[in-house]
């Protein structure tokens, strides 16, 4: 779809642009940040969670930071967490909030009344594809055994998220399906508080079907539990390559969600670049590395002035996106 071209241009402009690292020297004898503190938007095992204690993970191992701890706080599609962080400004200079494109689409459907505008935008730092998957022992083995299904009957052909209706999830599904040549509208979504609720939907058999991140994907597949139907990435990915990309099955589907990271508004300069430093040494390192390659992730490091240019041209098109679709 070439309003989604975007999404991987963006990542390959991002993953070979050149990072500057200032301010702060670190690890092998260098300077480090004491402590992090994650704030996290949804519950435990959706994909912001992944993302902020994976990040505090290789921040740990690399010695970059001497202690990272973590707090989930749903609900709201995310709203708490933000609302909370913009309160709690003056004592949260320690805090890092994690999110993704999610923050866009719900400011755009107005879900949430803040925006990434009333932050402080520390960088993005890396993307995760969508996929479809429904549980190891479905009757539906392909995606060819999923439109079958959806045709038969598109109202009773359920598909979950974590999000609410004309959210990400559900945008990914509605994407796929129009890419298939299939009615963007018509099937019934399902929508969860976080990815890890909406995977104990479809384990339990709630849902046929569920819109998720890649990455929250990949572990349940290979122990087993869950079969990938297609992944949204323009060929297999090689963190999990049994998984078959929708383009290779003929279904122009391309998207890809961005993670990164926030601060409380008004920090101060010299901390935010700290931050930005600090997640910028990171990414050179083994350590990150090992995390990143297990949750199936691709590097994008944007920064501060960078990342809002990014943010502000995804708001435009995701917008555009969500008005042809029927969903604002």
């Known amino acids: ?42 519950g435990a095992g959706g994909g912001w969670d992944g993302t902020a204690r994976g990040t505090g993970e290789a921040l740990m191992n690399a010695g970059l930071v001497g202690t990272a701890t973590y707090e989930n706080m749903s609900g709201g599609g995310g ?14 200079e320690g805090t890092l909030m994690v999110n993704s494109t999610p923050i866009v689409i719900r400011a755009l459907t107005g879900e949430i009344s803040q925006s990434f505008r009333d932050l402080t935008l520390v960088a993005g730092t890396v993307g995760d594809y969508a996929a479809l998957v429904v549980t190891a022992d479905s009757p539906i083995n392909s995606m060819e055994d999923a439109l079958a299904m959806y045709r038969e009957d598109p109202n009773a052909f359920a598909i979950g998220g974590g999000s609410v209706p004309g959210g990400m999830d559900h945008l990914v599904a509605a994407i796929v399906m129009q890419a298939a040549g299939e009615d963007p509208t018509a099937f ?31 572990a349940l597949a290979e122990q087993g539990e869950i079969r990938i139907l297609g992944v949204t990435a323009p060929e297999r990915v090689p963190a999990f390559d049994e998984a078959p990309s929708f383009a290779e099955q ?33 990414m050179e390192t083994p350590e990150w590395e090992e995390v990143r390659g297990r949750m ?23 917008g555009d996106l969500m008005r042809e679709l029927g969903f604002l």
């Open 1 to 42: 779809m070439n309003t989604l071209e975007w999404s991987r241009r963006a990542l390959i402009a991002a993953a070979t642009a050149t990072v500057a690292v200032s301010g702060i020297a670190y690890a092998g004898g260098h300077q480090k940040m004491d402590s992090v503190h994650f704030l996290i938007p949804g």
């Open 79 to 92: 709203g708490v967490a933000i609302g909370n962080l913009i309160e709690n400004a003056a004592s949260s």
């Open 188 to 218: 019934n979504y399902i929508g969860y508080d976080a990815g890890g609720e909406a995977m104990a939907g479809l384990l339990s058999g709630e849902i046929d079907a569920l819109s998720t991140g890649f990455s929250e994907a990949v």
């Open 250 to 282: 003929g279904i122009d589907a391309q998207f890809v969600n961005w993670r990164g990271f926030f601060a409380a508004p008004g920090l101060p300069e010299e901390k935010l670049t700290a931050y930005q430093d600090m997640l910028a040494a990171m």
């Open 296 to 318: 199936g992730l691709v590097n994008i490091f944007r920064p501060g002035d960078e990342f809002g240019a990014f943010l502000e041209a995804q708001e435009k098109q995701i």
